[in-house]
Every structure is written in structure tokens, then in C-alpha cells.
């Protein structure tokens, strides 16, 4: 079948690309191999993240606690202190949406704020804590047998006993019911702080797994398309990544330090050692995770380079470009990079902020849902034209599709500014740094798709669009440089001023005899 061969003569095109020579196929396999590393110790991290977030979630919805109070670390130089809130707490907003609930080494006893207690307990509600003749409290401070599994949620049943004031003592005991501790409302109250941060590990872990098949896809699209912009968009993007592992690696011992202070030690409001072991398995992980990133960054920059060199070579010893056709095309290189970029950054962000909206603590607090879903449905269904359109009016120097290439990309950058007018907004941005990252990643990829696009609309008809169609009619006739001696053609590009001495014909002339069908 006519279909048949033509997917045949694709995949085959593919294939001959990948394999061209042994810096194409082994940047594939790098790529490959890192995207199947990457995949699989950050699903490990997920893992860790997910039972013992499981178990947190558990044990603060058996509390009772009311779904529109949320913790808020506070602590500054050393000292360790937790605020409840239910607004909130960002400039513009309540002026006391927040009141103070402990501090690491305080002399007063700690008590939960009077506002937030609840007067009456419920009428009609029936205990849901295991049948048991007493509580074993000898280890209460010790959690140890509870986590001895990688899915403690699983292994334990937690229950409630409802108290006079309206909350709720948490009972968590074994299966076999031969162990058993009581959590009271002052300890659950604490581990609003842990339940939050594990969600966003959650969270941020899932966004990390996806991004590796966009780093695979990247790396793929370069490769078959020969195209240079792929090439930089995935050493900048592994740049952020890399970045951000090294910041995040920091970021656990201080997130482990803050919970140490907070939950485990003696004069905290649980005396709890929970979370020693999920701490102990993560950093094991996410050294490998580190090592893996550094390594891919390396691979990167070297392939990177190569690729970059080779895909140059090819695209000039084609059409030897003029100076000023070499200038608007860096422009027209870094417009596709950032638009690559803010494909999969805006995506990401849009993807975190809805499901905060959703899923987070501070979903009853929002009054503009409706709103958000909105701009996100609008971003999403655009997201992939404002795509195509960027990649074929600045490639073909298309006004009109340009014009609404910049109204669309100016709507993105409008809409999620306006974003920074909601308080829920702001204190997500301030309160979670993965958020935060890809907020301003996303905004900085946005604006230069913006700014170089505008440059290269001021370079429309100046001889790059006939510069380009050449090239690729060059390149879609086998009319590859391999066939030529390369390197002598590099030494000719740097001792000529002309640059293109090795092909003497005018640009004009070339196109003139293309439409008489001559060439």
C-alpha cells in the first residue's frame, strides 16, 4: 500500500539519520539510556514520596482538622517556628490570617490557637479506633516499627477517638494489633507542615519524570530534523534541570532539619522520629539522581557541541551566507529555542497550578476558580498552534501569521502576569520553590519567544526566508556536504571574506533557474 511505503521511507529517513556517524547514534543512546535512568530513580523518589505523603494525609484527615487550615513555616536563623492559617498570609490580604502555634525551645506550653479550636464535637459521629482493651504508649516517641516497609500506610491501621473538644486522638496500631501509639490534636496540628511539603514532592516528582521524555523527544527531533534549535533547547534545559537537583539535594537536608525541629525532637509538639527512614531512603536516591544529571550534562555539552558544529557545517557548505544572513539567522535560532522551551515550561506550570487549585490545601480558599480553569483550558488548546505558527511564519517570514503569532504569545504573557493579582497565587509562587522555578523559567522562555520574534519580523524580507528555502532545497535533493571535502571547505569559509567562493552563484540566479526547473 501507497501509505505503507511512505511510513516505511520515514522510519528508514529516521534510522539513516540517527545512525548518520558515531556522534548521532551515541548521542542517541545517551539520551535514551538517561531518559530510562532518569525515569526510573525519580519513580523510586515518587515512591518514597507517596507513602509516607499517604500516611501524613491519612493520619491529619482521622484528626479532624478543618480543610482550610494550613501550616506556614516561619522559622529565620536557626529558630524553628510554625504559624496555622486559614487565609492567605501575602501582602494585600488578611492582616492576621496566621497565629503562632509553636516554636523549637519554647517555655510556654503548646496549645493550639483558640481560633482555630472547634466548640462542640459533632452529635451522632461514632469512634472509628480499633477495639483495644489500652494504648501502648512506651513508644510513642519511636516510630520505627511502623516503618519498617516502603509502604507504611499500608502495613498500619489508623483510627480516631473522638474528644470533648471536637478534634479527634489519632490511633495508629500494626496489623497484628500488638503495637500501637496515640497522636493527640497538638501533634496532628504539626504535621500539616510535612503533609504539604511531601504533596509538592509529589508533585514535583511527576513533573521531573514527564520532563525526561521531553528531553528524549528533544534529543529525537534534533537528530531527525538535524535542526540546531532542538539541539540548544536540550542543553539549556539540562542546565535548569541539573540546576535545579543541585538546589534540591540542599534543599531535603533543610526540609529533614525543619521537621527534625518541628516533629521529632523532645521539646516538639509530636516527640515523633516519623520521618528518619524516608529521609535516609531519599537522599540514598537522590544522590544517584545528582551524579545522573552532572553526567547528562556533560554528555550534552559535548554532543551539543558536535551536533552543532556538524548541522552548521552542513547548512553553510550548502549556501555560503553573507554576513548579515548569518545575523538574522542567530535570531531566528534563538525565537525557535525559546519557543521550545516554552512549550514544556508554560505546560508544567499551568499543569502545577491547577492541580494546586485542585488538590492543595488552599483550593476552598480560592474565589476564582472558574476564572483559572479558563485561562488554563485557553493556554492549553492554543498552546500547540501558537507552536506551529511560530515555527512556519518565521521560517517563511509570513506578516499576518507573525502579527498573530506575538497577539497570542503577548495573551500568554498578559494572562499569566495577571495571575500575580491573586494572593493564592503569590503565596504558592513565594511557598513552593519547584513552583516558583517554573513560573519564572516559563515567563523568561515567553519573553524572549516574544522579543526574538519581534526581531526577526523587523528582518523580514532581507534574504533569510530565500536563504532557508535553498538550504532545504539543497538538503531535500541529497545534496549533502559529505560528498565534498568538509574540512577544506572550513579552511576556505575562514580565509575567504567572501565565504562562499567554493560556490560561485548569485542567490538570485540560483532561485531564477529552481522555478525554470534548471537546478
Known amino acids: 500500500m501507497v501509505w505503507t511505503h511512505g511510513l516505511w521511507r520515514i522510519i528508514?529517513?529516521?534510522?539513516?539519520?540517527?545512525?548518520?556517524?558515531?556522534?548521532?547514534l551515541s548521542f542517541f543512546i545517551v539520551s535514551f539510556v538517561h531518559c530510562f535512568a532518569h525515569g526510573t530513580l525519580q519513580s523510586f523518589l515518587f515512591s518514597a514520596d507517596d507513602a509516607w505523603g499517604a500516611l501524613t494525609s491519612e493520619v491529619v484527615s482521622h484528626a479532624r482538622i478543618d480543610s482550610t487550615i494550613f501550616s506556614q513555616y516561619t522559622g529565620r536563623h536557626g529558630k524553628y517556628s510554625l504559624e496555622l492559617c486559614n487565609q492567605v498570609p501575602v501582602m494585600g490580604g488578611d492582616p492576621h490570617p496566621c497565629d503562632h502555634f509553636f516554636t523549637a525551645g519554647q517555655s510556654e506550653p503548646i496549645t493550639i490557637p483558640q481560633r482555630f479550636m472547634r466548640a462542640v464535637p459533632p452529635q451522632g459521629e461514632q469512634n472509628t479506633s480499633p477495639a483495644l482493651g489500652s494504648l501502648s504508649q512506651s513508644n510513642v516517641t519511636s516510630a520505627l516499627w511502623m516503618l519498617s516497609s516502603s509502604s507504611p500506610s499500608r502495613d498500619v491501621y489508623i483510627g480516631s477517638q473522638l474528644r470533648l473538644d471536637g478534634f479527634s486522638d489519632v490511633i495508629i496500631t500494626s496489623n497484628d494489633g500488638s503495637m500501637s501509639m496515640t497522636l493527640e490534636p497538638v501533634c496532628t496540628f504539626s504535621l500539616l507542615y510535612p503533609e504539604a511539603k511531601l504533596s509538592q514532592a509529589r508533585r514535583e516528582e511527576l513533573s521531573l519524570i514527564a520532563s525526561q521524555f521531553w528531553f528524549f523527544g528533544l534529543a529525537v527531533f534534533a537528530l531527525v530534523f538535524e535542526s540546531i534549535p532542538h539541539v540548544l533547547a536540550l542543553l539549556i534545559a539540562r542546565m535548569i534541570a541539573t540546576g535545579w537537583s543541585t538546589y534540591t539535594f540542599w534543599r531535603t537536608t533543610n526540609i529533614e532539619n525543619r521537621m527534625q525541629h518541628i516533629i521529632g525532637n523532645l521539646d516538639s509538639p509530636c516527640q515523633l522520629d516519623l520521618y528518619s527512614a524516608y529521609f535516609r531512603r531519599r537522599f540514598t536516591l537522590q544522590i544517584a539522581d545528582l551524579v545522573l544529571h552532572w553526567d547528562a550534562l556533560l554528555a550534552s555539552i559535548y554532543f551539543s557541541w558536535r551536533l552543532y558544529q556538524m548541522y552548521r557545517t552542513q547548512t553553510f557548505t550548502r549556501v555560503g551566507p553573507p554576513k548579515?544572513?548569518?545575523?538574522?539567522?542567530?535570531?531566528?535560532?534563538?525565537?525557535?529555542?525559546?519557543?521550545?522551551l516554552s512549550?514544556?515550561?508554560?505546560v508544567t506550570t499551568m499543569a502545577l497550578w491547577v492541580d494546586q487549585l485542585l488538590h492543595g490545601a488552599i483550593k476552598k480558599l480560592s474565589s476564582h476558580t472558574a476564572l483559572y480553569d479558563a485561562a488554563f483550558i485557553f493556554t492549553t488548546v492554543m498552546l500547540i498552534p501558537w507552536l506551529m505558527m511560530g515555527w512556519f511564519s518565521l521560517r517563511r517570514e509570513w506578516r499576518k501569521l507573525t502579527w498573530a503569532f506575538l497577539g497570542v504569545g503577548l495573551y500568554f504573557l498578559f494572562t499569566w502576569s495577571m495571575m500575580f493579582y491573586s494572593q493564592i497565587y503569590r503565596f504558592t509562587f513565594i511557598d513552593w520553590p519547584f513552583f516558583g522555578c517554573m513560573t519564572i523559567s516559563s515567563f523568561v522562555a515567553l519573553l524572549f519567544s516574544t522579543a526574538f520574534a519581534i526581531v526577526c519580523l523587523r528582518n523580514y524580507d532581507k534574504g533569510l526566508a530565500q536563504w532557508l528555502y535553498v538550504e532545504q532545497a539543497f538538503g531535500g535533493d541529497d545534496f549533502e556536504p559529505d560528498l565534498f571535502p568538509t574540512d577544506l571547505i572550513e579552511k576556505e569559509w575562514k580565509s575567504d571574506a567572501d565565504r562562499a567562493s567554493i560556490y560561485k552563484i548569485a542567490l538570485p540566479d540560483l532561485l531564477r533557474h529552481d522555478r525554470s526547473g534548471v537546478v
Open 343 to 346: 512549550l514544556f515550561l508554560l
Open 12 to 24: 528508514k529517513s529516521m534510522y539513516l539519520r540517527i545512525t548518520l556517524n558515531w556522534v548521532t
Open 324 to 340: 548579515d544572513i548569518l545575523r538574522m539567522y542567530r535570531y531566528f535560532l534563538a525565537a525557535f529555542v525559546s519557543i521550545q
